[in-house]
């Protein structure tokens, strides 16, 4: 088993967020597996994750791989630099 039936896996289930027990126990592959598919996928941004709050447990999901819409935005006109005033002294 690889991260490719991880992979498949969270993409079938696009809006829910797993932990690695639950993968692991659906998928029927053991947790050491997972968890190393898991980082492997964590570490190429394939999926995204978050922390469920205790230590070293996190909860992951299929990220969306659809492209952003930018807002194009306004250009900044340059400031032209002030010159300061030299008073001359007599």
Request: aromatic fraction near 8%; charge should be positive.
């Amino acid at each position: 088993m690889g991260q490719q039936e991880v992979y498949d896996f969270l993409k079938k289930h696009p809006t829910k967020w797993y932990t690695s027990k639950e993968i692991s126990k659906a998928l029927g592959i053991s947790i050491g597996s997972i968890t190393a598919c898991l980082k492997k996928l964590r570490r190429t941004e394939t999926i995204a994750f978050e922390t469920t709050g205790n230590r070293n447990e996190f909860r992951y999901k299929f990220k969306d791989e659809t492209p952003r819409r930018r807002v194009a935005k306004k250009p900044v006109a340059k400031k032209k630099p002030v010159k300061k005033a030299t008073s001359k002294k007599k």
